[in-house]
C-alpha cells in the first residue's frame, strides 16, 4: 500500500486538527461539509472519535475522499486537478509537526495529538462588513437579516442566524489536556477581541504557563481594550508567538462603506499602537469583495504606506 502521507490527495486534518463552530459543532476543518457531531452532547473526545470521524480518516486511509464529507475538497480537486488550500494549509501543518503526525494514523483515535485548533465561539461584532453575514456578525443578526436575504438572493444559499454563543469550557479543558502537542490555537470572529470566551481561554494558558502556543486572530481595528484591560499588553503579548491581521479594505468613506461603521482614525490608533507594543508585525490586509476590486491600486497603495510608515516610525 503507498504511504498515506505520500497520497496526493490525502488530508491530515481529520487526525489531528479540530475545528468548533456554531452552537458546539465539530468538524475537521472549517471547509468540511459534515459535523463529527456536538460537543454539547458529548465530550470532545468522544466526537472527535464518533463514527462520523471514524469513517471520514477511514476513507482517507484507504486513499479516497471521504463518502460522507469533504465534497468541497474533492469536488475541488475533481474539477482542477489541484489541492483546495484549506486542504494545503492543513498538510502544511501536519508537515510541520510530523513527528504528532505520524503517530495518530488510525481511524479509531483513542490517544488523540491535535496540532491545530481552529475556533469559532461567538458571532459577537460590533460591524456589518458588506462582505459578511449574520451568522458571523451579531450586528447582522440583529438589525440587516432582510437586507442579507436580498443580497444572497439567487448567488448563495443564505443562512440566517440570531446572535449566539459558544460554551467555551468544554473546550479549554480539551485545550489543557492536550497542550503538549498542540502547536497552534486561531481565534476566529465575529470580532474576536469583543469576545468573553477568548479572554477566559487566554486567562487559563497564562494561568498555567502556556505561553508557546502560536496564537493567531484577526480584528476589525476597533476595540484595544477589554473590561479596562490592554489587549496586547495584558493578553496576546504574553505568548511567544502571536499574530494579528488587521482586516483592511480600503480608506476613507469607501473604507466605511464596505466595512461599516470603520472609524478609520481609530483603525489607524489601534494598528499603530499594536505595531508599537508588539515585536510580531498585524499585516494590513484587503478582503476581495466587488467594491474595491475597482480601485484595488489605491487600496493596495494606502496599505503599503501605512505599513511602511508604522514600522518606521
Ligand atoms: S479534505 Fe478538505 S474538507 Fe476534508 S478535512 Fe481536509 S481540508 Fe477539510
Redesign the pocket.
Known amino acids: 500500500m503507498t504511504p498515506y502521507w505520500k497520497d496526493k490527495t490525502f488530508?491530515y486534518?481529520?487526525f489531528n486538527q479540530i475545528y468548533f463552530g456554531r452552537d458546539g459543532v465539530v468538524k475537521?476543518?472549517c471547509?468540511?461539509?459534515n459535523s463529527f457531531g456536538n460537543y454539547n452532547y458529548s465530550s470532545i473526545e468522544n466526537v472527535y472519535n464518533s463514527n462520523s470521524a471514524k469513517r471520514t480518516r477511514q476513507d482517507f486511509l484507504e486513499g479516497n475522499?471521504p463518502k460522507n464529507?469533504?465534497q468541497?475538497?474533492s469536488s475541488f480537486y475533481n474539477q482542477t486537478g489541484s489541492i483546495?488550500n484549506?486542504?494545503m494549509f492543513?498538510n502544511e501543518n501536519a508537515y510541520k509537526a510530523m513527528h504528532y503526525s505520524k503517530q495518530v494514523m488510525n481511524a479509531d483515535l483513542t490517544d488523540q495529538k491535535p496540532i491545530f485548533v481552529d475556533l469559532l465561539v461567538s458571532n459577537n461584532c460590533n460591524f456589518a462588513c458588506l462582505g459578511c453575514e449574520s451568522e458571523l456578525s451579531s450586528t447582522w443578526a440583529k438589525n440587516y437579516t432582510d437586507i442579507e436575504i436580498q443580497r444572497d438572493l439567487d448567488i448563495r444559499h443564505t443562512n440566517i442566524s440570531g446572535e449566539w454563543n459558544n460554551d467555551i469550557d468544554p473546550i479549554i479543558e480539551y485545550i489543557l489536556e492536550h497542550a503538549d502537542t498542540i502547536q497552534s490555537i486561531h481565534c476566529n470572529g465575529g470580532e474576536p477581541f469583543m469576545q468573553e470566551q477568548y479572554y477566559k481561554l487566554f486567562d487559563v494558558l497564562i494561568d498555567n504557563k502556556i505561553f508557546d502556543i502560536h496564537i493567531t486572530s484577526h480584528t476589525n481595528g476597533s476595540v484595544s481594550t477589554y473590561k479596562g484591560k490592554d489587549i496586547v499588553n495584558d493578553y496576546l503579548s504574553k505568548f511567544t508567538n502571536f499574530d494579528i491581521t488587521f482586516s483592511h479594505d480600503h480608506f476613507g468613506k469607501r473604507g466605511t462603506y464596505i466595512r461599516y461603521p470603520l472609524v478609520e482614525e481609530k483603525w489607524l490608533k489601534n494598528y499603530k499602537k499594536t505595531v508599537n507594543t508588539q515585536w510580531q508585525m498585524p499585516m494590513a490586509m484587503g478582503s476581495s469583495v466587488m467594491t474595491n476590486l475597482i480601485d484595488t491600486k489605491d487600496g493596495f497603495a494606502w496599505r503599503t504606506k501605512i505599513s511602511w510608515l508604522t514600522r518606521n516610525a
Open positions: 488530508c486534518a481529520p475537521p476543518c471547509a468540511a461539509t475522499y464529507n469533504c468541497s475538497c483546495h484549506v486542504q492543513s
